[in-house]
T-cell receptor, first 110, second 116 residues
Framework: GIQVEQSPPDLILQEGANSTLRCNFS?????LQWFHQNPWGQLINLFY???GTKQNGRLSATTVATERYSLLYISSSQTTDSGVYFC????????????FGRGTSLIVHP | EAQVTQNPRYLITVTGKKLTVTCSQN?????MSWYRQDPGLGLRQIYY???????DKGDVPEGYKVSRKEKRNFPLILESPSPNQTSLYFC???????????????FGNGTRLTVT
C-alpha cells in the first residue's frame, strides 16, 4: 500500500518562531488532508489540499502532487499550536482507505 | 452545530465482555469510518461505510464489527474484547468518499478504551 512519511517526527519551538512540516507519499493520491491533534486528543481538520496552496491565518499548506509531497507552514507559532500534526492521503485507484502518516509532534514553549 | 458524537469518552472493561461504542453525525454525511490510534502507529482504519447497509473492512478489522442501519449512526461493536484492543478510538465522517469532493473528514472526540 501507499507509504506516508512525515518529518520531522518531533519539533520544539520558541513562541514566535516559524516552522515547516513535511509529508511525503509514495504513490499518486486523490486527496490529502492535514490534521491537528491538540493535547486533549481532538483531531481538527486544517486543510483539504490535493494540490496547490491554501492559507488559513498563520497556517498555510502546499501540495505538489506530481512530486508527491505536501508542506505545512506555521508562522509566528503560539503555545496553542502544540500537539501532533498528521497528514492523510487517499490513494488513487478506488481505495477508500485514507492512510495517515505517523505525525509530527510539536511543542511550542512560551 | 455540525458534529460527530462518540460515546462513551472513556471505557474500562474486562476481557470477553461485549461492548458497543456509538457514533452519530448530524451532517447527513454518506461516508463514516472508525479508526484506532496507538502510540508509534498513528491512526489505522478499522471499518468504513459508504452509505446505509454498505460497510467494508479497513486495515485492521479483526475483532470488530460495525453496522449502518441509519445514515447518521455507525456503532463499533467488540463482541469479545481483548487487551490488545486497548486503544484510542475515533469515528469520522465526510460528505463524499474518504474525504474527496472537497469534503474533509470530521472526527469525533475519541473513546479511550481499556481492556483488562
Amino acid at each position: 500500500g501507499i507509504q506516508v512519511e512525515q518529518s520531522p517526527p518531533d519539533l520544539i519551538l520558541q513562541e514566535g518562531a516559524n516552522s515547516t512540516l513535511r509529508c511525503n507519499f509514495s504513490d499518486s493520491v486523490n486527496n490529502l488532508q492535514w490534521f491537528h491533534q491538540n493535547p486533549w486528543g481532538q483531531l481538527i481538520n486544517l486543510f483539504y489540499i490535493p494540490s496547490g496552496t491554501k492559507q488559513n491565518g498563520r497556517l498555510s499548506a502546499t501540495t505538489v502532487a506530481t512530486e508527491r509531497y505536501s508542506l505545512l507552514y506555521i508562522s509566528s507559532s503560539q503555545t496553542t499550536d502544540s500537539g501532533v500534526y498528521f497528514c492523510a492521503v487517499e490513494p488513487s485507484g478506488g481505495s477508500y482507505i485514507p492512510t495517515f502518516g505517523r505525525g509530527t509532534s510539536l511543542i511550542v514553549h512560551p | 452545530e455540525a458534529q460527530v458524537t462518540q460515546n462513551p469518552r472513556y471505557l474500562i472493561t474486562v476481557t470477553g465482555k461485549k461492548l458497543t461504542v456509538t457514533c452519530s453525525q448530524n451532517m447527513n454525511h454518506e461516508y463514516m469510518s472508525w479508526y484506532r490510534q496507538d502510540p508509534g502507529l498513528g491512526l489505522r482504519q478499522i471499518y468504513y461505510s459508504m452509505n446505509v447497509e454498505v460497510t467494508d473492512k479497513g486495515d485492521v478489522p479483526e475483532g470488530y464489527k460495525v453496522s449502518r442501519k441509519e445514515k447518521r449512526n455507525f456503532p463499533l461493536i467488540l463482541e469479545s474484547p481483548s487487551p490488545n484492543q486497548t486503544s484510542l478510538y475515533f469515528c469520522a465522517s465526510s460528505r463524499g468518499r474518504g474525504g474527496s469532493y472537497n469534503s474533509p473528514l470530521h472526527f469525533g472526540n475519541g473513546t479511550r478504551l481499556t481492556v483488562t
